[in-house]
């Protein structure tokens, strides 16, 4: 492993300030509060504002609505779009989403909704999570009934994240009760302004705002259906394996851990606490910062944290969760009671910022699969392990 600094060119040097120089402008104070007081995960003006230079897609042509960025230019941008915390998860599922419309849509809805995501008009969330369970996304059964060139849903979706922000969400169907579970579905990508959806807020522990979907008698045209009928488990698994973290390219530049966004939120809990020890002193008058139990416990996270960012595939989307929740715990117990204030409170921490890693961090073990079913993904696609079968699982039909 290389581990020496990289050395950027002049041109490459030129696009840092570039990019910091639009940040300063476009993510301001108020796209903080508002990312905390909403938790959307997106922000309009920011995000119309990064269509406007092709940031959405930067590695798109400039003539596609992109940035015709190289890959090199590409990590600068998403290093320094995280180090702004700038809300992403609309971004992230709108990118997900987008190849299997750009593989499996009609091409006239190809060329329609193209550039409209390009600049940030349009975009698009996951419509997955059955209410029933979601982490068998293949016993979906909000169910899709053709009439003619029309089809009609009815059921919901749990945690449809951005929904409310959202102009279409791509949909898992059940079109044929009678098949095999994997192979009576469609995916749709459904219009979210259509008579008879219905978008209900749902507020996290960790301060997300996510929606459950209701769908009733909504007539959805058959140009919005992606792919064969029937055969939405093969348009399923681009955007699935993709959030799953298959088909990561180790090109020396992506991160190597699939949950480095997680620990990205432990270093600044880390940073809070550093920062606490170097201000605070022990009743005796000795300072944290030299206190030999503190710095061994402190130690150990930084050690935790190393470990994680170097841990790959499906064990660093594991490792990386895992790190977060077991290390703010930690770091709170080390702090105490300031650590449990929150943003606004007085003498909150870092403008509260270990309270929230903390009530963020549960979450991490849950959405894009729990961890659970990434120690299955580890089992079976990493170890070459049987598939679990255990009693009460809900494989009826081998
Ligand atoms: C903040 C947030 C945002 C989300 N955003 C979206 C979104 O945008 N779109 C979307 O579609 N979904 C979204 N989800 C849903 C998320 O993907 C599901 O919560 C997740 O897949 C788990 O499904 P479930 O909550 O229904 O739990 P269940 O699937 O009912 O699981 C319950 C428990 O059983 C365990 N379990 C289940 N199956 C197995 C197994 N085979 N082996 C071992 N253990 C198992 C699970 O680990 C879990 O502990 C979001 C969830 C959250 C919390």
Redesign the pocket.
């Known amino acids: 492993m290389d581990f020496s600094t990289v050395e950027l060119t002049p041109e490459q040097s030129r696009f840092v300030q570039e990019v910091r120089n639009a940040l300063d402008e476009i993510v301001t104070p108020e796209v903080h509060d508002h990312e905390r007081s909403t938790g959307d995960g997106f922000h309009e003006g920011v995000h119309l504002a990064l269509g406007r230079r092709g940031w959405l897609f930067p590695s798109w042509s400039v003539e596609e609505g992109g940035a015709g960025l190289d890959p090199v230019r590409l990590r600068i941008l998403a290093l320094e779009l995280e180090r702004y915390r700038v809300p992403h998860v609309t971004l992230s599922?709108t990118a997900l989403v987008w190849q299997a419309v750009a593989r499996f849509a009609a091409p006239d809805l190809v060329a329609e909704i193209r550039p409209l995501v390009a600049t940030g008009a349009v975009r698009l969330?996951?419509?997955?999570?059955d209410p029933e369970?979601?982490?068998?996304i293949a016993a979906s059964h909000l169910r899709a009934a053709r009439e003619g060139e029309t089809w009609v849903l009815n059921g919901a979706?749990?945690?449809?994240?951005?929904a409310h922000n959202c102009q279409y969400t791509f949909l898992i169907t059940r079109t044929d009760p009678d098949a095999p579970k994997h192979k009576g579905l469609t995916m749709f990508l459904v219009p979210l302004d259509l008579p008879g959806v219905e978008v209900q807020a749902i507020r996290?522990y960790?301060g997300?705002r996510?929606n459950a979907v209701y769908y009733t008698d909504v007539q959805v045209s058959d140009r919005f259906r992606l792919g064969e009928v029937n055969a939405g488990w093969a348009v399923l698994r681009g955007p699935l394996d993709a959030e799953h973290g298959a088909g990561r390219v180790n090109d020396g530049l992506s991160d190597v851990c699939q949950g480095r966004v997680f620990l990205r939120e432990f270093e600044r809990a880390l940073d809070a606490t550093v920062e606490w020890a170097r201000r605070s002193e022990r009743p005796g008058g000795l300072p944290v910062a030299e206190d030999p139990a503190f710095m061994d416990r402190l130690g150990r996270q930084i050690v935790e944290l190393e470990a994680a960012v170097v841990t790959p595939g499906p064990m660093g989307r594991i490792k990386g969760s895992l790190t977060l929740i077991e290390g703010v715990a930690e770091l709170m117990d080390l702090v105490g009671p300031e650590a449990l204030l929150t943003h606004g409170a007085e003498g909150a921490l870092a403008g509260g910022e270990l309270d929230f890693a903390h009530r963020w961090a549960q979450?991490t073990a849950?959405?894009?699969?729990?961890?659970?079913?990434f120690k299955?993904i580890v089992a079976q696609h990493v170890l070459g392990l049987p598939r679990?079968d255990f009693p009460g699982?809900k494989v009826l039909v081998r």
């Open positions: 599922t969330c996951l419509g997955y999570s369970g979601g982490s068998d979706k749990m945690f449809t994240t951005g996290t960790g997300e996510t979450g849950t959405y894009g699969g729990t961890i659970e079913v299955n679990a699982s």
